[in-house]
């Protein structure tokens, strides 16, 4: 059977990409979002492809949905191979005065509660398997840090560490958990948040002068998947364009 490849924030723009990757590199794909619409677009273009996959409209940030997609998954497919955690956001942009509780809260669950979820629910049926992969996402700004995201780069910054302590606890299982952390990249909803002019400023404010396209993304994320990785685990891979040099 094909390896089953659950995506969270899979019909997002870098997650469709994703997905389409996954699926090309023969993985039978489960995509997780809030976005009915962009979840069936992208089914759609799996099956112009000559792939399947399924879409499951979830709250990440509730533990009770959580575990329930993640049983029915397990009862349908019997394994899943790899995970991503893609969800997540900045959400609000603020000076750190202004952020109330609520606003802060969004922020870190979102990003990490989601995460540290579906980690959890997952764990279970990759040690039964005696493998799996688990990839989370954290960003430039978990690196560098950025005025006005304090809470979008405090949780990015906490995916890393979260990751290098599970990699460590579940290494002895054979499951590997590794990090992508892309920098400025072209979907939607970034460039949504620019005026033309910003978009193009913003872009040469990157060393190779552009922002990521999502597939380049897909690729780094394919490539921590794949067997050519089978010996990485706790490693951050920065696909950033030169933005972060660790």
Known sequence: MN???VVNGGAGGIGQAVV????????????LDKDDKAGADIL???KSQGTEGIFASVDLTKKS???KIFDRIVAEYKRIDVLVNLA???LHAKRIQDFTLKEWQEVIDVNLKATFFCCQAVI???KQEGKGVIINTSSNYGITGSARRTAYSAA???II????SLAQELAPFGIRVNVIAPGRTATGRVMSHYAPEAWVAAQKEIPMGRAAEPREIAEGIAFLAGENAAYMTGQTLHVNGGMVMP
Do not use: H, N, W, Y
């Open 161 to 164: 560490g979260f990751s290098k």
């Open 124 to 126: 279970g049926i990759m």
């Open 156 to 158: 990015k910054a906490a």
């Open 44 to 46: 759609a273009q799996l």
């Open 88 to 90: 997540g956001g900045t």
């Open 65 to 67: 949905e959580v575990e």
């Open 20 to 31: 389409s990757r996954l699926a090309a590199d023969g993985c039978v794909p489960v995509i």
């Open 3 to 5: 390896r089953v490849a």
